[in-house]
């Protein structure tokens, strides 16, 4: 049974620029929430997904931005990168209001 | 006051010991709580979860519920230097359908051998 699933593993980015991480939910599941977790911090939500729809929202700018797909995997999207954003960003799965399960997250470096 | 509060440690036992590790949250609607063990540079990891007060037990850990004193523990029993780690405790948010964890910023355990 595969577990949730993250592309890239790592990533080096330039400020400015705009980055798109990946995420395959563990099987079964249909909720795609995403996480950020600077360094020494505890994971901060950004956003939820189901039925291909943004269902809640943390405390982050527009610039970032998500997708869901029919599948039910997602897409987390960051325009106009700042150092500020250099985080691992994780990917987490579960069925609506389940246990919370996730990925290994994507490490994303802004130089 | 942060949402959920973590003493972010080391925390360091010898092998062999019972580590403790506390989390007080703010939100006194919660009603379901999460252990995670996060090692360096990895993802977090689900230890346990708790929903009703008192003790769950899972073989070496603990999970202790106080929802009056909006506490929540996790024991380690016979502490191992693999323990070694940063456990980070979340609260879970409900919303509707939807749900979300808050974290503390994770307490570091050191287990010396």
């Known amino acids: 049974d595969a577990g949730v699933t993250q592309s890239p593993t790592h990533l080096i980015k330039t400020r400015g620029q705009q980055v798109t991480l990946r995420c395959s939910p563990k099987?079964?599941?249909?909720?795609v929430s995403w996480y950020q977790q600077a360094l020494g911090q505890g994971p901060q939500f950004i956003f939820q997904?189901?039925?291909?729809?943004?269902?809640q929202r943390g405390n982050f700018p527009d610039r970032f931005s998500g997708h869901q797909f029919p599948n039910y995997s997602s897409e987390l999207n960051v325009n106009a990168l700042l150092l500020g954003d250099s985080a691992l960003y994780l990917c987490?799965?579960?069925?609506?209001?389940?246990?919370?399960?996730f990925g290994e997250g994507s490490w994303l470096t802004v130089v | 006051q942060k949402e959920v509060e973590q003493n972010s440690g080391p925390l360091s036992v010898p092998e062999g010991a019972i580590a403790s590790l506390n989390c007080t949250y703010s939100?006194?609607?919660?009603?379901?709580f999460f252990w995670y063990r996060q090692y360096s540079g990895k993802s977090p990891e689900l230890i346990m979860f708790?929903?009703?007060?008192g003790d769950k037990e899972d073989g070496r850990f603990t999970a202790q519920l106080n929802k009056a004193s909006q506490y929540v523990s996790l024991l380690i029993r016979d502490s191992q230097p693999s323990d070694s780690a940063t456990y980070l405790c979340?609260?879970?948010?409900?919303?509707?359908?939807?749900?979300?964890?808050?974290f503390g910023t994770g307490t570091l355990l050191a287990v010396q051998p």
């Open positions: 987490a799965s579960s069925l609506p209001g389940g246990t919370i399960y």
């Open positions: 099987s079964g599941h249909d909720t």
């Open positions: 997904y189901y039925e291909e729809e943004e269902r």
């Open positions: 939100d006194r609607g919660s009603q379901s």
């Open positions: 708790i929903y009703s007060n």
């Open positions: 979340a609260v879970n948010i409900e919303s509707g359908a939807t749900n979300k964890l808050i």
